[in-house]
């Protein structure tokens, strides 16, 4: 088997088309009941909650064989198939804002803002050099070739550079180049990689939507402060006709910018591909006010995630039932 990546080319989501040798054969996997396939989608910070529905998945005695993840979800997907999920977890939650900016090294000139040599060794220090094919639960991730924005399913070879490819997002972090292709966030293109999840032999799949809701009106109106009104009024009674300018709502900063329009564009994805690839059970955690920056609020992501994922288990077993009584 080669330990390059597989890639899984698709020109048409709604109809996947696979080249011939480049998906894994799919193991045996220890299931007397059906497979179940676990799909994390992307979301930047909101991506903690995964860990949370991840615990109160097996908790509940839901054990996936199969996990497929897209950007934050490949991170996350990728340590619980590695059985590093506790390493990835104490990590997070000892996030500060201060360990957060120590994570990020700027990149000028270059072509993205970051250039995610910190976040890439920190993925080695959880995942090694372990290829994806050895991991102990079938994983798979996707990102999205430069260019020709066609999926690409990676479900061999490197784990650490197959997940930095689907968390590659554009504007932010450099492409991963692999064998003359330039691969960025596979969010572009699969946010909520069902499809694959069945692709890598799940029966049932449970997807984990992070952007069913945008949050709220994107603009707020901000209140001029008391002593610049009184100050205002002052001039207009001085200086009648005269208008001074009110002071503009305050612009988010570029990286603030790349993320809030990428969220939205992946909030639209998520919706087209759902529909065509639906799950077995969704699970959408209430993350619309969890900003996409907050990463050193872990623990909060994660509470989320456990109390989404614990209300959905009666329907989660309900349908694993149902499949097992029609084997």
């Known amino acids: 088997m080669s330990s390059s990546l597989a890639l899984q080319w698709q020109a048409c989501p709604a109809i996947p088309y696979i080249l011939p040798g480049t998906v894994e054969p799919i193991r045996t996997l220890p299931s007397a009941g059906p ?8 979301g930047s910070a909101r991506g903690w909650a995964h860990i949370g ?19 934050i979800g490949a991170v996350v997907g990728a340590c619980y198939a590695a059985g590093r999920l506790d390493r990835l977890e104490s990590f997070a939650r000892e996030l500060t804002r201060r360990r957060v900016v120590r994570l990020i090294d700027p990149r000028f000139p270059g072509s993205g803002l970051i250039a995610g040599n910190r976040l890439r060794r920190r993925l080695f220090a959880d995942l090694g050099s372990r290829p994806i094919e050895s991991l102990p639960i079938r994983f798979g991730c996707v990102a999205t070739e430069f260019g020709s ?7 061999a070879g490197s784990t650490v550079e197959a997940v930095r490819a689907s968390y590659a997002i554009p504007g932010l972090f450099p ?5 003359g292709r330039v691969l960025m966030d596979g969010t572009l293109v699969n946010p909520v990689p069902v499809a694959l999840a ?15 809701d945008t949050g709220g009106p994107v603009v707020h109106e901000v209140p001029t402060p008391a002593p610049r009104r009184r100050f205002l009024q002052v001039i207009r009674e001085r200086l009648p006709g005269f208008e001074p300018q009110e ?8 990286a603030r910018v790349v993320l809030g329009a990428f969220n939205i564009t992946q909030d639209r994805i998520s919706r087209a591909r759902l529909e065509r690839d639906p799950p077995d059970v969704a699970i959408g955690p209430d993350v619309a006010r969890f900003g996409l920056f907050d990463f050193h609020k872990a623990a909060e992501g994660i509470d ?24």
């Open 304 to 327: 989320i995630g456990y109390r989404a994922a614990r209300a959905a288990l009666p329907r989660i077993r309900a349908v694993v039932n149902g499949a097992a009584a029609r084997a």
């Open 247 to 254: 002071p503009e709502i305050p612009v988010p900063g570029i």
């Open 53 to 71: 529905v991840i615990r109160a998945l097996e908790e509940g005695g839901i054990h996936p064989t199969v996990v497929a993840g897209c950007s």
């Open 175 to 179: 492409p991963v180049t692999h064998e």
């Open 35 to 42: 497979r179940i396939g676990l799909a994390l989608g992307g």
């Open 149 to 155: 924005g066609l999926e690409v399913s990676l479900t």
């Open 198 to 212: 069945r692709t890598l032999g799940a029966d049932l799949v449970i997807c984990v939507n992070l952007n069913g």
